[in-house]
């Protein structure tokens, strides 16, 4: 039976973009540059993800085409007799722990779409709505049910497999969440006082970069782009040969970039313009921007695109975790692909349900110190996705003939690669120390 694989390269863009595209670049993008100084970071994160990201993205990709497989089929081909396959199996441990954790966020995001549908924020005061957000999320069952609606949804696209399901469905949500963004932005751009968010993001003021700044930005250009998970490996592995690694990278991380920075111009002249602190976090999506959109002008219709959009990050970005996991089972593991997903998304669904509890019932139950939900975020965002950044670095750099690499890189020849000593070098020796400054920092070392 053939393996079923991307129909274009515009899908495959698409494809790869809705993964790298989620509510890190929504909710975390803003927040991170209203906590480290606007402009000067957002200079630094443009840096760490066109010369650090791009060729990190890269090596995932070549692993990915060339192994043909899921992470685990692929380091076990490219790589036999080795023990390298165990990265296969970790980045499998890292997407179930994130997926876990990140469908609890998702489930709060169909949540409140209901209730921006509901006008349930209209002249409601700041504490009224952050008691609704708290009594939302420590709710008993509530969010639990929320939680396994979203996973179904994302069951029912991957069963439909890659061409039909992933494919098809990230062609027409990414349009129209960009087309979303850009109305947002444009909107709160236009309001009385949203200058000051404009020049917050753009003007650069070194005077508040620091140190730890730099490394929040090198944090969140790998966490945006969805590096380590084995997503972009496995869906790399469904790209065409003929088409070229390093045009499809530079557009998802284009497209990545521009929904970030659209992202901050949606929220932070916004949150300027109504007088609120840009550094405030989670509660910025779930707790300020509802007050902000019931002050706005027609604040019902831009409420419900905002939580619309971020209900579409959250699908494109959470079917590609899924997939890593199905894609195993069936290449490896032989399961068809209804039973594959079936299986993974109750595995993760069931440790979704610890997490979501983490803010209710089981707020007070905590393994080394953590809730199940910080503890998944933390093992998975803190040690195995930096750690498998640095093991994918040094797999092409080292381990793969160079002819190999190249081979993939230029598409069997296709294109000219005038900049692949430059990429090289990078994958050799620049990524791999900037990652491994990350996990160190992470892990407080530094």
């Known amino acids: 039976m053939a393996r079923d694989s991307f129909n274009s390269k515009f899908g495959a863009i698409m494809a790869l973009a809705g993964s790298a595209v989620g509510l890190g670049n929504i909710w975390r993008f803003p927040h991170e540059t209203g906590s480290n100084g606007g402009g000067a970071f957002l200079l630094v994160y443009l840096f760490c993800i066109f010369c650090i990201g791009i060729p990190t993205m890269l090596a995932e990709f070549i692993i990915g085409r060339r192994g043909q497989r899921n992470p685990f089929g692929s380091f076990r081909t490219l790589a036999p007799k080795t023990r390298w396959y165990w990265y296969g199996g970790l980045s499998i441990l890292a997407a179930t722990l994130i997926l876990s954790y990140y469908g609890t966020v998702s489930g709060w995001t169909l949540e409140y779409f209901m209730y921006a549908v509901g006008d349930s924020f209209h002249n409601q005061s700041s504490a009224e709505i952050n008691n609704l957000f708290e009594k939302f999320v420590s709710h008993p069952y509530k969010p639990i049910l929320w939680h396994i609606g979203f996973m179904v949804i994302c069951s029912l696209i991957i069963i439909m497999g890659v061409k039909n399901g992933i494919e098809r469905y990230t062609k027409m949500m990414m349009p129209v969440l960009l087309l979303i963004i850009i109305a947002l932005g444009v909107r709160a751009c236009t309001l009385d006082g949203a200058q000051a968010g404009i020049k917050y993001l753009f003007y650069p003021d070194f005077s508040k970069l620091t140190w730890k700044s730099v490394l929040a930005a090198l944090g969140q250009s790998f966490f945006s782009l969805s590096i380590g998970m084995g997503a972009l490996m496995t869906y790399a592995s469904y790209i065409n040969c003929d088409d070229s690694l390093l ?127 910080d503890l998944f975020d933390s093992i998975s965002s803190n040690f195995i996705l930096p750690f498998g950044g640095i093991l994918i670095c040094l797999f092409v750099g080292w381990k793969m003939k160079v002819r190999d690499v190249y081979f993939e890189l230029s598409s069997r020849g296709k294109y000219e690669l005038k900049s692949f000593r430059v990429l090289m070098l990078i994958i050799k020796y620049v990524a791999p120390t900037a990652i491994f400054i990350v996990l160190m920092s992470s892990l407080g070392i530094f």
């Open 247 to 373: 045009q499809i990278s530079t557009r998802v991380v284009v497209a990545d970039t521009v929904v970030s920075i659209l992202a901050g111009l949606a929220i932070l002249p916004a949150v300027f313009a109504f007088d609120v602190d840009p550094a405030s976090g989670p509660n910025l999506v779930y707790i300020t921007l509802p007050q902000v959109f019931d002050q706005m002008p027609l604040g019902y219709i831009w409420g419900i695109a905002f939580f619309i959009l971020l209900t579409f990050a959250s699908v494109t970005s959470a079917i590609s975790l899924l997939e890593v996991c199905v894609a195993f089972l069936t290449e490896e593991k032989k399961m068809s692909r209804l039973k594959a997903t079936i299986l993974s998304s109750a595995v993760i669904t069931i440790l979704g349900v610890f997490c979501t509890l983490s803010f209710g019932p089981m707020r007070n139950v905590t393994l080394f110190g953590k809730t199940f939900f």
